[in-house]
């Protein structure tokens, strides 16, 4: 439960053979949860002992329904879907660390649900590290694109505060991965474009000091 009334599915999943590393990771995906299958990500840090948990955030997979639906839902509530998918990570993310044997929590997100990953490390001091595999570098690419992106990772007025790299810039000084960022076409950008991309978030990891962690 991350909220009162509000159930999100989750698996759970540990190695039977390797030794507990009391590190743990909170599995997010555009798509669902049960994509952790096929992940090879999932695979190494399994066996290197850490805990995998998989969520279905509101809206995706297990608990899918309509756009419209979730949308309009929404609305009637006053809350983005986004936040409220944001807000189902941030308590998973919390509920973890409280697990016994667990020492560290980090955040991975797959696809547009990197985006997730990245706001839960800039917001959740119970995550401490954060790795976003293929998400939007900027907003910008679906706005000005027609390729498809989720209807949820859109939310109001953000962008007229951050856009994507102000937003790995909050993850400072924790460790932080964004790779595969997709520009026009949700093609993955060349390393030099992806780099100034993210040269904001550059910048203010080097004034902490922990420019080797982006």
Not at 80 to 103: E, H, N, S, Y
Not at 130 to 140: H, I, P
Not at 162 to 172: E, G, M, R, S, T
Not at 186 to 213: P, Y
């Amino acid at each position: 439960w991350t909220e009162p009334g509000m159930e999100v599915p989750a698996l759970l999943v540990r190695s039977q053979t390797a030794a507990p590393s009391g590190k743990a990771v909170v599995f997010l995906d555009e798509k669902d949860k049960a994509t952790l299958a096929d992940s090879a990500v999932v695979t190494n840090l399994l066996q290197a002992g850490t805990l995998v948990c998989a969520v279905d955030p509101r809206g995706l997979g297990e608990v899918h329904c309509h756009d419209n639906h979730l949308a309009s839902d929404a609305i009637h509530l006053g809350r983005p879907l986004f936040a409220q998918q944001l807000w189902d990570v941030m308590q998973t993310a919390k509920r973890v660390t409280k697990l016994d044997g667990i020492t560290e929590v980090a955040c991975y997100g797959r696809g547009a649900a990197g985006l997730l990953a990245l706001f839960a490390g800039a917001l959740s001091d119970d995550v401490a590290r954060v790795a976003a595999d293929g998400c939007l570098a900027s907003y910008r690419y679906a706005l000005e694109d027609s390729q498809p992106q989720p209807l949820w990772v859109f939310v109001p007025n953000l962008l007229k505060v951050a856009d994507v790299p102000q937003i790995a810039a909050l993850c400072a000084p924790k460790s932080t991965l964004v790779c595969n960022a997709v520009g026009f076409g949700g093609k993955a950008l060349a390393r030099r474009a992806a780099a100034e991309q993210m040269a904001f978030a550059k910048v203010i990891f080097e004034l902490h000091d922990a420019s080797s962690n982006l």
